[in-house]
């Protein structure tokens, strides 16, 4: 695989998503001087909620999403943390990256990693206490390498710039839909004293608020399917270049069978939520969509089976891999 190529297909793909996003809060922002009269005032507070989200999300998204699960840089006097970032040094000269990404480590027992960064000196790996604890290193630099080759696709910038996105829309969904319920419950409170002309005028109110949450959340819906259909996509590509780098499947195989042993035994990772859940290698909200098939199951789960993972690293049928992770 050209992963040149691939870089720049997610280039385009990060310019093109950050247009359809403006396209919608832009709609978003008509539909509401539409129901108000108010145009371009709605119109015009929407594209800068959205100019400067965007400018947020890509020149410090990386360091928001490492302070929203308590992130800390490594600590070298722990042979542990030091241990972590020689491997990532190695797999980053490896790989052939010109700047080699900051190493973090958030405290939490389940084993899991992300990478996440916009910009080469923004580039960041982050793993879990758990992962330190309970990976072998030869395990670790499975891992590390899946997630370095994130950063070498640019994968990082997409779904850091997916990440932002989202954050924004479902806000705004929130919003719309907390201020329909303030306006209906509010307004039911004094309809008795109101006359039938302010009564009006409420229900209008009501139901244009209604329309805009209806959009915010056709909005906030596309914009997760556009997350989980690209992120199943990029781990099996960061699956089989970690191989690439490492020259060794078993490692990260391994990593990955002890992940699906303690998925059920282990709560949901701290600070992980929906807008960030497809950033680490496996799901740290342990939804069992992603350990289901199917129609549904595709259009909604944000990481392949990890057994079918497995299977394509090891080379053998996914029943096989699922009937031994029983």
């Known amino acids: 695989m050209d992963y040149l190529v691939l870089q720049k297909k997610n280039l385009r793909k990060t310019y093109l998503l950050i247009l359809v996003f403006m396209c919608m809060m832009s709609a978003l922002g008509i539909i509401i001087d539409g129901l108000f009269g108010s145009f371009p005032v709605g119109t015009v507070v929407l594209i800068l909620i959205a100019s400067i989200q965007v400018l947020v999300g890509t020149q410090a998204g990386a360091s928001l999403v490492l302070n929203s699960v308590g992130a800390k840089p490594v600590n070298l006097n722990e042979l542990e943390e030091k241990q972590l970032k020689n491997i990532v040094e190695e797999i980053s000269l490896a790989a052939g990256l010109t700047v080699v990404p900051k190493v973090y480590v958030m405290e939490d027992e389940n084993i899991n990693a992300f990478a996440t960064g916009f910009k080469q000196q923004d580039n960041a790996v982050c793993v879990t206490r758990g992962l330190l604890k309970n990976l072998n290193r030869e395990e670790t630099e499975g891992v590390v390498a899946h997630e370095v080759s994130h950063i070498l696709n640019k994968d990082t910038l997409l779904m850091t710039t997916i990440s932002a996105i989202l954050g924004t829309m479902v806000l705004v969904q929130l ?6 319920k303030f306006m209906a419950w509010s307004g039911s409170g004094r309809s008795t004293s109101k006359k039938k002309g302010k009564g009006d005028s409420t229900v209008c109110i009501l139901l244009a608020l209604l329309v805009i949450a209806l959009a915010a959340t056709l909005f906030s819906f596309i914009g997760r399917i556009t997350i989980f259909a690209v992120s199943r996509a990029r781990e099996y590509l960061a699956d089989a270049k970690a191989v690439e780098l490492t020259r060794n ?3 990260l195989s391994g990593a990955l069978r002890k992940i699906a042993k303690t998925q059920k035994a282990k709560q ?4 992980a939520t929906v807008a960030t ?24 789960s944000t990481h392949p089976p990890i057994h079918k993972r497995i299977a394509a690293l090891e080379n053998v049928s996914p029943e096989l891999v699922l009937s031994e992770l029983m």
Do not use: M
């Open 277 to 300: 859940a497809h950033l680490f290698i496996s799901d740290p909200l342990k939804r069992n969509i992603n350990n289901k098939e199917g129609f549904f199951a595709d259009l909604f």
């Open 175 to 180: 919003f719309a839909w907390r201020a329909l």
């Open 268 to 271: 949901k990772v701290k600070g």
């Open 249 to 251: 499947p078993k490692g």
